[in-house]
């Protein structure tokens, strides 16, 4: 990991150094998740079928499963298993159901009454990752508040085969039916819908570029999305009083997500920089994905500040996902914290907890999006529209404002709507 004195760096270095991996996509990209979505768009199934065995070698004999059908398959997880997956569903669960909106009811003034109510958005996709090893946090963290929601119906796509544990997941939040198809055409088929697999009205979850892409190009046509997804990232601001094999743990438990990945140390001591360096070297070779951890370290990097003060600042300026506080008073530096998709505060707060059980949700936004992007919550899963009702009292104090404003405007049907109301009034 390249080690950077932050003091000494000039602005245009300094932001060369908060930089991330370049986003890949190219006009070859672009065009072709929008070749992929037009076909399934206008050809369905047959679509699916068609680029399946393009990219994955064809559909599954079977690809798609009732709620009955998984649930069965999901039996087949180990217990040991199952219980890991029950205790992380009992912390998502507890710290999304608090954050159930109550309505908001209120006269403003005297006859004008206005509320804000909740209602569950009522057909979600949800998209797991497929790859070398099956994501069943990712069930837990959509699948969940989904189910908390009251969503109507949840879709969930993941690329073949499917995992006993995934499915065992989706039965225990409700899931409406899992389809085994991955890729941008899993995005577009629950985008515009198929024979098989149904409309829905927002899509969530974290895949590749192509996945990302697809998501972008649907939001474009009317179908909501949860957030961009960029590569995974953590930063770690520490001072001299941390725990450096910790440190160095937890630099590579997010490099060994990705190629693209991105770990930062952010500190005020040059001897702790040093100390988590070595560490890092000591750690890396035992890992079973230690050529994708590598790559990933070849762009992070350790930044040497002079005060903790300076360190919350680059930190603000790179905007996290992942945020690790490790210093001797952590949460005195946690008010300072502006842009952070999740934060970790002090030494026993692994970013690893979050990814899996401690009830927070592990979807969050990337690529300095945390600066103006929240976590993926509850109300992500709800929309809230307003009411308003109004007594003749409580119009008629308020018709000359409406009026006024209205004229100001040009608008005069607008005014006349609460001329002739007062009229009758009168």
């Not at 206008?42 to 070698?57: R, Y």
């Not at 217990?79 to 909106?101: E, P, S, W, Y």
């Not at 929601?149 to 899931?175: E, F, R, S």
């Not at 003749?392 to 004229?407: E, F, I, K, P, R």
Request: charged letters at 15%.
């Amino acid at each position: 990991m390249q080690q950077l004195v932050w003091a000494q760096l000039n602005q245009r270095q300094q932001q060369q150094a908060l930089a991330r991996a370049e986003c890949v996509s190219d006009a070859s990209l672009v065009d072709a998740v929008a070749d992929i979505v037009a076909q399934v768009k206008n050809n369905g199934d047959n679509a699916l079928a068609a680029l399946s065995a393009k990219f994955d070698g064809g559909l599954p004999s079977q690809w798609l499963f009732n709620a009955d059908q998984f649930a069965a398959i999901g039996e087949q997880t180990e217990l040991t298993l199952k219980q890991a997956i029950d205790v992380a569903l009992d912390n998502i669960d507890c710290f999304h159901r608090a954050q159930q909106q109550q309505p908001l009811s209120l006269d403003v003034q005297a006859g004008i009454r206005c509320e804000l109510r909740t209602e569950a958005i009522e057909r979600v996709g949800l998209y797991v990752p497929g790859g070398t090893a099956p994501l069943i946090s990712t069930v837990l963290m959509l699948a969940k508040p989904a189910q908390i929601a009251g969503c109507q119906q949840t879709v969930l796509v993941t690329p073949p085969p499917l995992h006993p544990a995934m499915a065992y997941a989706a039965a225990k939040c409700n899931v409406d039916m899992i389809a085994t198809i991955g890729g941008a055409q899993a995005v577009a088929a629950l985008a515009f819908g198929t024979d098989s697999i149904p409309k829905v009205d927002k899509i969530y979850g974290p895949g590749s570029r192509f996945v990302t892409e697809a998501k972008q190009q649907v939001s474009q046509q009317g179908v909501a999305i949860d957030m961009p997804a960029g590569p995974s990232e953590v930063l770690v601001l520490a001072d001299g009083s941390a725990n450096a094999r910790f440190i160095a743990a937890d630099l590579l438990s997010q490099a060994e997500h990705g190629e693209d990945s991105q770990a930062l140390l952010v500190t005020d001591s040059a001897e702790l920089a040093a100390a988590v360096a070595a560490e890092v070297a000591v750690q890396l070779p035992a890992l079973s994905r230690v050529e994708t951890a590598t790559a990933a370290l070849a762009q992070s990097r350790i930044i040497i500040t002079e005060t903790m003060e300076q360190a919350v600042a680059v930190s603000n300026a790179y905007g996290p996902e992942h945020l690790i506080i490790q210093s001797e008073y952590p949460r005195k530096l946690l008010p300072s914290v502006r842009a952070a998709g999740s934060v970790f505060v002090g030494p026993w707060s692994p970013e690893s907890v979050g990814d899996y059980a401690s009830g927070t949700n592990h979807v969050l936004p990337t690529y300095g999006a945390s600066r103006t992007v929240s976590s993926l919550s509850l109300a992500d899963f709800q929309r809230r529209f307003t009411v308003q009702e109004l007594t003749h009292s409580g119009l008629s104090s308020l018709a000359d404002t409406v009026m006024t404003l209205a004229n100001a405007e040009g608008l005069d049907a607008h005014a006349n709507a609460v001329a002739v109301r007062m009229e009758t009034i009168q």
